[in-house]
Structure formats: C-alpha cells, structure tokens
C-alpha cells in the first residue's frame, strides 16, 4: 500500500512538474497585439489629429501598452517625439472611453505642418503589470521596426 502511494505522489509530482510550465507559456502566447493602421495623414502646425481606437474601451486601454509611430518615405519615427525634419514637437495622449477610445497627435512646437505617409497604433496588452524600474522591455520601444519584429507584425 505504501508502495503504491509512493507512485501515486511522484506521478503526480513529475506530472505538475510538467504541465504547470506549459500552462503559463500557452498564456502568454494567446496574449494578442493589435496593429492599427491609419495611412497617411496630417498634422497642421498648431493643431492636432485625433485615431479612433475602436473596441478599444477604459479597461483595455489602462491595461495595456500602447505605442504610435508615423512614416516618412520609409523612416518611422515615434509619437511622441520629434517631426522627421526636427522642427516640430509632437506629443499624443488618449482617451480613454466606452465603449471605445481615440488617440490624439497634437503638434506643440513648430510652424509647419507634418504628413505622414502612414500612422501606427500598436496595442500591446499586459500580462503582468510591471513598472519601468523593476524590467526592461525586451525590444526597443522607440524603434518601430524593433517593435514589429518582436512582435512579428506586418508593415
């Protein structure tokens, strides 16, 4: 009886062993990220632009991380930061709302306009919320391109 108790036990130890990892990686994997694209638009000086982002609602929207970038005959550039010429200053904040949210690109320094040939809305969910100083992110998130692979998104 002993004997068999004992099997009993490290069966089912070695088989937690086993499926516990798995268990966590599959639900990482089905943690999806949204691309939203938005083609080319503009950011007249002085003004601002708002992205709807549709299903998107508070809940969402306060627990993930979201990143823009626009392009530039092939430069992606990030948002907030700098227009591709240096010149104008673009900063973005969203509202969050039900049932869903808008991203606003507001350009707060500069005296020309911006287009661009497309905009980028990553959303990237959490899984675990960590504070910047406590982890690195694993791909630079001022690099769209960093971004993408990482994630394996389209252009």
């Known amino acids: 009886?002993?004997?068999l108790l004992k099997l009993f036990l490290s069966t089912t130890f070695v088989s937690l062993?086993?499926?516990?990892?798995?268990?966590?990686?599959?639900?990482v994997e089905k943690n999806p990220v949204t691309q939203l694209n938005f083609g080319s638009k503009t950011i007249p000086a002085g003004g601002l632009i708002s992205l709807p982002l549709t299903g998107f609602d508070k809940v969402k929207i306060a627990n993930s991380l979201i990143?823009?970038?626009?392009?530039?005959?092939g430069h992606w550039y990030p948002i907030p930061g700098w227009s591709p010429n240096g010149s104008s200053q673009l900063r973005s904040f969203i509202k969050a709302e039900d049932p869903s949210s808008n991203l606003t690109i507001r350009m707060v320094s500069g005296s020309?306009?911006?287009?661009?040939?497309?905009?980028?809305v990553i959303i990237i969910p959490a899984d675990k919320l960590i504070t910047g100083r406590t982890a690195t992110l694993p791909f630079d998130s001022d690099n769209y391109e960093s971004v993408r692979n990482?994630?394996?998104?389209?252009l």
């Open 1 to 3: 009886m002993k004997k």
């Open 150 to 154: 990482y994630f394996n998104l389209p």
């Open 17 to 27: 062993i086993l499926v516990f990892p798995s268990c966590q990686k599959e639900s």
């Open 112 to 120: 020309i306009g911006v287009t661009f040939d497309n905009l980028h």
């Open 67 to 73: 990143l823009s970038y626009g392009e530039v005959a």
